[in-house]
């Protein structure tokens, strides 16, 4: 019954190494957003696509990218992980009319050695 | 976007009812009142959504006075598995472009105890 569907559950990653995170949904959403969280904070949005268009909030580090290469994927790169990226990863999907909220994955829990 | 704010922890018993009031002095005409639950380590859920009076599902009920300057979340009988934090978001409905994106407040971490 899974419809955003994020892989890993768990991702440690060395400093400096890029990783990817991924995120797919069932639901044929045509909105997919990123957020980061850290520990005992709200997510913070990184950036969001709406279909193909990317939109990035303007505090978001350059160290993230993101790539959304069809409806049902969305990818989150981080180039050069540092200590302060480790945290919890979500990707949320909505419609362009927000009729019953954001849906969310499970999140990839990061953890930068 | 309109900023919201919540008290950031509540403490209650099984089987009371809880009420958790977020105010948003600057909603706009447009914007709409969602309510997130998060569990650690998973993703906010979806609880409720409304944009004036009173909106019931079967978890909860959401309650906005006529001036929406702020919103009410209420759950009826509470029991240890609510322990959550709960996230009161404000934002348009409608998402176009680069706009409208919710942004999540502080919180309110509710505690349930036997």
């Known amino acids: 019954d899974a419809m955003v569907i994020q892989n890993p559950r768990y991702q440690v990653t060395q400093f400096g190494k890029p990783v990817t995170l991924s995120c797919s949904q069932t639901?044929?959403?045509?909105?997919m957003y990123w957020y980061q969280q850290k520990s005992s904070q709200a997510p913070k949005l990184l950036f969001h696509?709406?279909?193909?268009?990317?939109?990035n909030e303007a505090d978001t580090p350059d160290n993230f990218q993101s790539r959304r290469p069809n409806t049902s994927f969305c990818f989150l790169d981080i180039r050069s992980p540092g200590l302060g990226d480790a945290a919890m990863y979500l990707c949320?999907?909505?419609?362009?009319?927000?009729?019953?909220?954001?849906?969310f994955g499970s999140g990839t829990r990061l953890t930068v050695v | 976007l309109a900023k919201t704010t919540q008290p950031i922890s509540m403490d209650s018993y099984e089987g009371q009812e809880v009420n958790i009031t977020c105010s948003h002095n600057?909603?706009?005409?447009?914007?709409?009142i969602t309510w997130y639950q998060q569990f650690p380590s998973q993703g906010p859920r979806f609880i409720i959504q409304?944009?004036?009076t009173k909106v019931t599902n079967e978890v909860a009920s959401l309650f906005i006075p006529a001036d929406r300057k702020s919103s009410t979340l209420s759950l009826p009988r509470v029991s240890l598995s609510d322990t959550a934090v709960y996230y009161c978001?404000?934002?348009?409905?409608?998402?176009?472009?680069?706009?409208?994106?919710?942004?999540f407040g502080t919180g309110t971490q509710l505690k349930v105890e036997l």
């Open positions: 639901l044929n959403h045509n909105v």
């Open positions: 409304g944009y004036k």
């Open positions: 696509y709406y279909d193909k268009d990317f939109n």
């Open positions: 978001l404000v934002g348009d409905m409608k998402i176009t472009g680069g706009g409208n994106k919710l942004t």
């Open positions: 600057n909603i706009a005409t447009n914007d709409y």
């Open positions: 949320a999907t909505s419609r362009d009319v927000q009729v019953g909220g954001y849906t």
